[in-house]
């Protein structure tokens, strides 16, 4: 298990308002910083640690040298490559971010507290009444900041705000026993079927998730509540006719076809930017989105396996464009 | 775990670069949309014709009725010179002479107005049915009639004219927006004429004509009832010539099916709009014939000439032909509509081309579709399906110009009827109006509860009422980020900025040295001053500029369908209708929210600049790299009105109210209540950006002021909600028993651009109806879709002949992407485009 982080405060990276892909009505999403899993695909790098991390936009950059000076640390250079950031020495502090005067420099995670994220979801309130909507609490792993997180949930629910819990599922089971009374829909990423793949892909087997999955089954079952899968649709990875056919078996089977929906999401490239301002590699740079064809064959296996509500959704490319 | 949250949808580039185009029109619609846009290459036009009484001092342009289109001064005249303008001279020059009986020069001014009237419309221009498609009569309009001014009139209008123009071109040149007594931007009691026809309207004017004192009739009242009634003939003498002309053409005719349209023709033509319609053709038929001589009358081609509610008035007529006795097919309705769309959009034919910005011309004949009752119940009808049914086969076009009230109880159908039409075209082919928030803010102005519910839109989004009400709704455009410069400057212009002024000139009051204020009260006390005067300023123009038309130049047609004119015996132009007011609508809005935002910040709260910093910085248009620091850090560090940020936003219902508040303070010589709006029409894009020098919130000389209710451009970073709510909030918000709350009365638009991928699917489509649904309780009086992909408008920019047909909106107008300036393109493509 990783560490939890105990604390008055959550650490978020961002707020999305008027979210459409976070679960049923219009949202907010709120990302949780820190992940237990290290996926090769991850599409939200930013979300990994539990600390805040400083980005620079290339194109946003004026070039007045600012944020070196105001660096207490002394941790940053402009060459003509760019800006350079000592990430070792970098204590997130955020002053450079604070005097920069076009934004070209960014911190990825701020501490909220209660009151005042609570205020920020709720000014929303009327458009998740009117589409059957809400909060969505993602990541990273929001479990991981399950105390905060309790308390947030708790709070908008008292508000009669609806709530989704977006989870990795790799948690302890007793955070999810906690937690499920303040959370109307769990949306539950089953990534890949095999433990032995699922660990070199993602750092982790996994027997946990799908135990904690029955459990999330059963619980939604008994409390009237919901839960739709997500499966990350990932060429080379979860993209394969064998873990399709496999998830959605144990969706029947084990899951007692409970869950209400079951998404592909389709492959997407969009975050290359995101791994190159943090400094970080990025295995999948280069690998190809899918076209609407293949993700279609896919499609059609989860729907023959007879999970009921299959959707998917996602970038595609057209076909001749390789 | 998201691993996807920045899903763009299912959507494929090879889809992505379609233009609408008109589809589904009938084969008789088709033709009469084609030969429109055939422009130039047409035989027949309705280019303005001039005409003229003959004499030497004649005017059949006025200039007046055109400086709220700054684009244009250059025409009417350079600074300084006294005398007509290139419009003016030519009209005058092209102008035709009418025959004038002997004791022409011996009426008054509003009798003779309308007997020049009728004589050009009844024996001078030719009444012509445009094609064997055309199912309505009436053809050409565009007129520029003499002002029938005698020589001691001429001269005095003269005198006060030139006043006028220096007043108003000053205050143009040096940056404080622009005035004008505009024409049209009303909604005539069309109603009243489609169902008790110009008879009932003819025989109040007589009663009401008897009933006058031996005094009185020889007076002013006398002599506009005597106007209005000879103008209450002249729609039936003018019906009956195009009756005998259906009769005539009967012997040309094609087809045995077109001699039987031509005699229901000249029998509609025979009854209406003299007599109450009896079928949906009559009742279509008398609102063109009046609706045209009225653009014939002022002038001025659809100048904001609104319909109104045309699916409520015209309901009764097509239930009953086309629902109940199945007297027509729905198919012929509709092309008894699209004969009325054709005639609507020669309006255009007066003038191809206005301005650089080329937002192609001051025309809205609007038409206002759904809304509620009485009680809030909708009245969507079968008809509102029709007319939407309409707008979208002949999508794009210009005119007529469409609003869709949305309210609480708007039904699904509705709603997806219109967001279907969003997803076609490239956002919504028409305004959507809000009714619950647009209410509030007439009931404030006094309409009653009972009533309000029956309020209409003019010309792009103003709220007026129906029939009775002239609100100038666009006649006041002040720039409200001038107040920023006469604070910095203690009431001058900034050194240097003084083209159209006595160097050093003292314009607004000295509301203090600003380097010695202490305090960000003392600060926000000089702004109030400066924005006092400025609406004093404005006003005491406006006033001259109403009077001139008032006393000079009447329009008794217009009048006679406008209730309360026929009662008082005064024309529209002096004081007649029931409801009087002027709009002073605020441009700039949040550029000045904005700037104040800054200068508390980095001035007041964290002292980071001083104000002797920031007029530097002002002066030198941030140029030099400190400077230019300057500018970024202001663009990107201050808090910015769009984004649902408590401080920003409270400070913006702070400079909404109490602007609000000081516009009500003030009438007009012929009694018409000035009040707020914020239209903002293209001043924010072109001549008033021009003017405006460098502002506090980092934003350069020249460069876009925000438009109408919108945040400054890219400004709202946090989606289409947090920006929704801004926009409500700003315009009064909501009160704690949750009543909502609309400082503007005239409404103000509020222009969002979406990527097309939040239409993708039925499952998003419900989510965008939430949307609109929440902006009835959140949001602002108007909102103006646009549904764009980025990267289409920028292949449209490189390859402008792939992309004739690609519609945008621009501040309440539909106008054609590649017609309009680069500087404009630009701007639409840097708006924020929310993705959802």
Redesign the interface.
């Known amino acids: 298990m990783s560490v939890i982080i105990e604390s008055d405060k959550g650490l978020i990276f961002e707020i999305q308002k008027m979210s459409t892909e976070d679960g049923p009505g219009i949202r907010t999403t709120v990302f949780f910083k820190q992940c237990p899993l290290r996926c090769i695909w991850c599409h939200n790098p930013e979300s990994l640690l539990k600390t805040p991390q400083l980005e620079w936009f290339k194109h946003k950059c004026i070039g007045c040298k600012t944020c070196i000076e105001t660096c207490e640390q002394k941790v940053l250079t402009l060459d003509e490559d760019g800006l350079h950031i000592d990430r070792e020495k970098c204590i997130s502090c955020g002053n450079c971010v604070k005097e920069c005067p076009s934004t070209a420099l960014h911190m990825f995670g701020e501490w909220w507290d209660l009151e005042g994220l609570y205020n920020e979801i709720q000014k929303d309130k009327v458009y998740y009444q009117k589409s059957k909507g809400g909060v969505t609490v993602s990541g990273g792993e929001p479990t991981l900041q399950s105390s905060f997180l309790l308390r947030f949930l708790k709070k908008c629910k008292g508000n009669g705000i609806s709530t989704a819990l977006d989870t990795c599922g790799f948690a302890n089971r007793k955070i999810y026993e906690k937690l499920l009374p303040f959370v109307d829909l769990v949306l539950l990423d089953i990534k890949q079927i095999d433990s032995e793949k699922h660990q070199e892909f993602t750092g982790v087997k996994n027997e946990i998730i799908l135990e904690n999955a029955e459990l999330i089954a059963n619980y939604v079952q008994n409390n009237n509540k919901k839960m739709w899968i997500r499966t990350p649709i990932i060429p080379n990875y979860t993209a394969t006719e064998d873990n399709i056919k496999g998830i959605g078996k144990f969706i029947i089977e084990k899951l007692r076809n409970i869950p209400e929906r079951w998404d592909l999401l389709s492959f997407n490239n969009l975050c290359t930017a995101k791994y190159e301002r943090l400094n970080m590699d990025w295995p999948l740079k280069d690998l190809a989105l899918m076209t609407k064809q293949e993700i279609e064959i896919l499609f059609d296996i989860a729907k023959k396996t007879g999970v009921k509500n299959v959707q998917w959704s996602g970038l595609t490319k057209i076909k001749e464009d390789n | 775990?998201?691993?996807?949250?920045?899903?763009?949808?299912?959507q494929?580039?090879?889809q992505r670069f379609q233009i609408a185009e008109p589809e589904n029109l009938s084969k008789r619609s088709k033709w009469l949309r084609d030969y429109f846009y055939k422009g130039r290459g047409r035989k027949w036009n309705n280019q303005f014709t001039p005409f003229t009484t003959g004499t030497d001092w004649d005017i059949n342009w006025h200039e007046g009725d055109w400086y709220i289109n700054p684009e244009v001064y250059f025409y009417i005249q350079a600074l300084g010179k006294k005398d007509m303008g290139v419009f003016a001279s030519s009209y005058r020059s092209m102008a035709s002479p009418v025959k004038l009986p002997e004791n022409f020069w011996e009426l008054s001014i509003p009798e003779r107005r309308i007997f020049f009237l009728k004589e050009v419309m009844l024996n001078y221009i030719p009444q012509e049915i445009i094609s064997e498609n055309d199912l309505i009569a009436g053809g050409r309009f565009n007129t520029q009639l003499s002002k029938c001014f005698n020589k001691k009139e001429a001269k005095k209008y003269w005198k006060w004219n030139i006043k006028n123009r220096e007043a108003n071109f000053k205050y143009h040149y040096s940056g404080f927006g622009n005035i004008g007594a505009a024409p049209g931007h009303i909604i005539p009691d069309y109603e009243t004429v489609i169902k008790k026809g110009f008879k009932y309207i003819y025989e109040k004017a007589i009663k009401r004509y008897e009933l006058l004192s031996k005094n009185d009739k020889r007076g002013p009242k006398g002599q506009e009832l005597r106007a209005i009634i000879t103008a209450t003939e002249i729609p039936r003498k003018f019906a009956k010539k195009y009756a005998d002309e259906c009769k005539k053409l009967k012997e040309k005719a094609s087809s045995p099916q077109r001699v039987e349209e031509l005699e229901k023709m000249a029998q509609n033509l025979e009854r209406v709009p003299w007599e109450p319609a009896e079928t949906f053709w009559q009742a279509v038929q008398s609102l063109w014939i009046t609706h045209m001589l009225l653009m014939a009358e002022e002038s001025y081609p659809g100048a904001g000439l609104s319909f109104g509610r045309m699916d409520q008035y015209l309901w009764p007529y097509y239930k009953k032909d086309v629902i109940e006795e199945k007297f027509i097919s729905k198919e012929f309705a509709k092309d008894i509509l699209g004969s009325f769309w054709f005639h609507c959009n020669t309006a255009y034919d007066a003038m191809i081309i206005l301005g650089r910005q080329g937002i192609t011309s001051g025309y809205g004949q609007l038409l206002t579709l759904s809304g509620c009752g009485p009680n809030g119940e909708d009245l969507t009808n079968e008809l509102t399906y029709t007319i939407l049914e309409v707008i979208d086969e002949w999508y794009p076009s210009l005119e007529p110009k469409p609003n869709v009230k949305l309210h609480r109880n708007s039904p699904d159908k509705l709603l997806d009827t219109v967001i279907n039409m969003i997803s076609r075209a490239q956002g919504a082919p028409f305004l959507i109006n809000f009714d619950e928030r647009s209410m509030a803010g007439l009931i404030a102005e006094g309409i009653p509860k009972e009533e309000v519910w029956n309020y209409a839109c003019v010309g792009c989004l103003e709220n007026t009422m129906q029939g009775n009400d002239r609100s100038g709704t666009v006649n006041c455009n002040p720039n409200l980020v001038k107040t920023m410069e006469l604070i910095l400057w203690n009431g001058k212009n900034m050194p240097g900025n003084d083209k159209a002024i006595k160097k050093g000139e003292q314009l607004g009051p000295k509301s203090g040295n600003p380097e010695n204020f202490q305090t960000w009260k003392e600060f926000w006390n000089a702004w109030r001053k400066q924005m006092e005067f400025v609406i004093k300023y404005t006003v005491d123009i406006y006033d001259k500029d109403e009077d001139i038309v008032a006393k000079l130049m009447p329009t008794p047609l217009l009048s006679s369908i406008v209730r309360g004119c026929i009662e008082k015996g005064l024309d529209i132009r002096q004081g007649g209708p029931e409801l009087r007011f002027v709009t002073v609508n605020g441009v700039g809005f949040a550029t000045l929210v904005d700037s104040l935002l800054a200068i508390k910040k980095f001035v007041y709260d964290e002292k980071k600049y001083t104000i002797a910093q920031i007029k530097d910085a002002i002066m030198n248009n941030f140029e030099g790299?400190e400077y230019?620091?300057?500018s970024?850090?202001l663009k990107?560090?201050a808090p910015k009105f769009g984004n649902?940020s408590d401080e920003a936003d409270e400070l913006a219902r702070n400079i909404m109210k109490t602007w609000a508040d000081e516009c009500w303070k003030f009438k007009t010589p012929n009694n018409y209540q000035y009040r707020p709006g914020m239209l903002s029409w293209n001043y924010w894009a072109g001549e008033d950006a021009g003017l405006t020098i460098a502002t506090p919130d980092g934003r350069k000389k020249g460069t876009f002021l925000s438009n109408a209710i919108c945040p400054t451009s890219g400004a709202d970073l946090?989606?289409?909600?947090?920006v929704t709510?801004s926009v409500g909030r700003a315009i009064g918000g909501i009160t704690e028993g949750g009543e909502l709350i609309n400082y503007l009365p005239n409404g103000t638009s509020q222009t969002i651009t979406f990527n097309p991928s939040?239409l993708r699917d039925p499952e998003?489509r419900?989510?965008f109806k939430?949307?609109l649904?929440?902006y009835i309780?959140?949001g602002g009086t108007c909102l103006q879709i646009n549904m764009l992909d980025t990267e289409m408008l920028k292949d449209a920019q490189i390859h402008p002949d792939n992309y004739k047909n690609l519609l945008v909106r621009v501040t309440g107008y539909n106008a054609y992407f590649t017609g309009i300036g680069k500087e404009l393109q630009d701007e639409i493509i840097t708006r924020e485009c929310?993705k959802?």
Do not use: C, Q, W
């Open positions: 775990m998201s691993e996807i949250n920045e899903n763009l949808g299912k494929e580039r090879s790299l230019e620091k300057m970024v850090f990107n560090k649902d946090k989606g289409p909600t947090a709510n939040i998003h419900e989510k939430s949307y649904r929440g309780e959140n929310h959802m």
